[in-house]
């Protein structure tokens, strides 16, 4: 962000009358100006209610310590899609997708077991030489001495990848999955990638269509040990109705892609801000360990998660009423001096990286978080063993969203 | 000081003095031991202090609440005698104590 908009949005953000504080606009992650007015919050009003939010009246809870406890309050703060599911802007009532990230126990539970054995550490370790060929591949044709997208080049292919993979999904069509991502994440505008909400069904539609003729195959075949089987196999998945199927496949698409594609750019771009840190890397490469989730955090791939009050709930000192919006900002806690030391700097070697925000905590803590490190790891294990230096030579593009916190284009050079 | 004795999964074994009231979680992150990652610090919200608790002392450990029952649900590795290392307190009575490390924490 320029030093100007910096100081106006500091001023704004010191002067706005506290009531009327509103950090749902999605142009303040575009811009990269919201720092001031969580500071704010985290000071003054940790949970903080905002009545006249750009997507209705909500509550923000934006400290650390508060966030966990609210993850840990899943039986009065709920993450059922029908009444808004996990994101602050609430679809129409018809459209919204039932999907195990936004179900309560016992049906969120008896799902996210159905696909947990991705992640188990067995498969895992299977994956990771597969993971270390393609980076080498895609890392070994990058350009040299000329600028080009780091994003497109390297974020959105490793990780397409990576989810064609886990879907046995055909990998000359992988591009697809990015694009589907892309269109469950935007917001719908004029000139946007996805214009309406009858637009973007379409899409999803085309997609379920894909993935349907890949069930009746696998659904039909031994279980194997991609998601799809997974899914067409396990008691509490296999009779998932369309629309639950359709759900299932936009959670895991933008799960496993967007996330770990932001934070594969953002790595890049806080090396570059950060030349002190970028020395220490090169002089020691064991410190990729570290720096991986030191990343995470400092990206916060998902800005907040969202939850409904379904009774009266007294939570830090105010009530909270039933049907109340309840926006848990992980960026913010992120940045909580209380929990993390200078917090706002990226620091390669902190003592204990992991403590942070960006995979929630509690019953809905991310599945992915092993494998999203695992990629990042490897992916900067073998970026160290080839390039001295990647530069950032203009500034980056970021996501007009208030929900994925992400860079759409970010021009590096690699010197030869 | 009552003594707890924690193996990792490639068997390397430490056995190191944990104060009454401090949880079997905290005696591993103070001393050092790998192997317990405690992402969430003892609040029972990430599942990343897993520990196998030696079927012997299973019964003196106590029973895991809700909470810890249905996070260990989601552990790829859980067998019947896991626990979240978080929710054991050290009591005089848990002195020899053995937990075991799952192969990774998730
Ligand atoms: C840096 C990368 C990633 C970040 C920052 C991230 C972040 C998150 C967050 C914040 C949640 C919700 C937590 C909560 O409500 O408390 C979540 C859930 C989830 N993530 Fe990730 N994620 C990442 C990578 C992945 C990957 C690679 C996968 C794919 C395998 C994945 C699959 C999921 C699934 C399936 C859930 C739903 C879990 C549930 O509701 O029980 N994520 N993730
Ligand atoms: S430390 Fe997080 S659950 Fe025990």
Not at chain 1, 54 to 77: C, D, N, R
Request: charged share 25%; aromatic share 6%.
């Amino acid at each position: 962000m320029s030093a100007l908009a910096s100081t106006h949005h500091a001023e704004l953000a010191a002067t706005t009358p506290l009531e009327e504080l509103d950090v749902s606009d999605p142009a303040l992650y575009r811009d990269d100006v919201w720092q001031p007015y969580f500071a704010r919050l985290r000071r003054e009003a940790p949970v903080h209610h905002c009545r006249n939010g750009m997507f209705g009246p909500y509550w923000s809870i934006s400290t650390y310590k508060e966030i966990v406890q609210a993850e840990l309050l899943h039986k009065v703060l709920s993450s059922e899609s029908a009444l808004g599911g996990i994101s602050i802007r609430d679809r129409p009532a018809d459209l919204r997708l039932p999907m195990f990230i936004a179900m309560d126990p016992p049906r969120h539970d008896e799902q996210r077991r159905a696909v947990q054995p991705i992640v188990a550490p067995a498969n895992l370790a299977k994956l990771e030489h597969l993971i270390r060929e393609r980076a080498c591949r895609i890392l070994d044709e990058l350009p040299r001495n000329e600028t080009f997208n780091w994003v497109d080049k390297v974020s959105v292919e490793l990780t397409v990848q990576m989810l064609a993979t886990l879907f046995d999904f055909p990998q000359e069509e992988r591009r697809k999955l990015s694009y589907w991502s892309d269109c469950a994440t935007a917001l719908p505008m004029p000139g946007g990638i996805i214009e309406t909400e009858e637009q973007r069904e379409a899409v999803f539609a085309e997609m379920l269509a894909s993935f349907m003729g890949l069930w009746n195959a696998r659904v039909n075949a031994e279980p194997g040990n991609d998601l799809i089987s997974m899914l067409a196999h396990a008691p509490a998945t296999r009779h998932m109705s369309p629309r639950e199927f359709m759900g299932n496949l936009v959670l895991l698409i933008v799960g496993g892609n967007d996330t770990t594609r932001n934070s594969i750019t953002g790595g890049v771009l806080f090396l570059n801000q950060n030349p002190e840190e970028y020395a220490k890397l090169r002089a020691n490469p064991a410190l990729v360990e570290s720096m991986v989730p030191e990343i995470i955090r400092y990206q916060t791939p998902i800005a907040h998660m969202r939850r409904t009050a379904i009774a009266d709930v007294e939570f830090a000192g105010h009530t909270i009423r039933e049907g109340d919006k309840v926006v848990m900002w992980y960026i913010s806690g992120n940045r909580d001096e209380a929990a993390i030391e200078q917090p706002d700097r990226f620091i390669i070697d902190r003592k204990r990286p992991r403590q942070h925000l960006s995979f929630g905590f509690g019953i809905h803590r991310c599945v992915g978080n092993r494998l999203a490190e695992l990629q990042l790891t490897i992916l900067w294990q073998e970026i160290l063993k080839r390039f001295d230096r990647i530069e950032v030579v203009g500034p980056e593009k970021r996501v007009h969203s208030t929900f994925i916190h992400g860079i759409t284009e970010l021009p590096v050079r690699i010197p030869a | 000081m009552p003594s707890i004795i924690y193996i990792e999964h490639d068997g390397t074994e430490h056995a190191v003095e944990v104060p009454i009231g401090h949880s079997v979680m905290l005696g591993a992150v103070e001393n050092n031991i790998p192997g317990i990652d405690a992402d969430c610090g003892g609040e029972c919200a990430c599942a990343t202090c897993h520990v196998f608790v030696d079927p012997a002392w299973l019964a003196l450990c106590g029973t895991p609440g809700e909470q810890e029952s249905s996070m260990l649900s989601f552990a790829a590795t859980a067998a019947p005698n896991s626990r979240l290392s978080c929710q054991i307190p050290v009591t005089e009575a848990l002195d020899g104590l053995i937990v075991r490390m799952p192969e990774a924490q998730h």
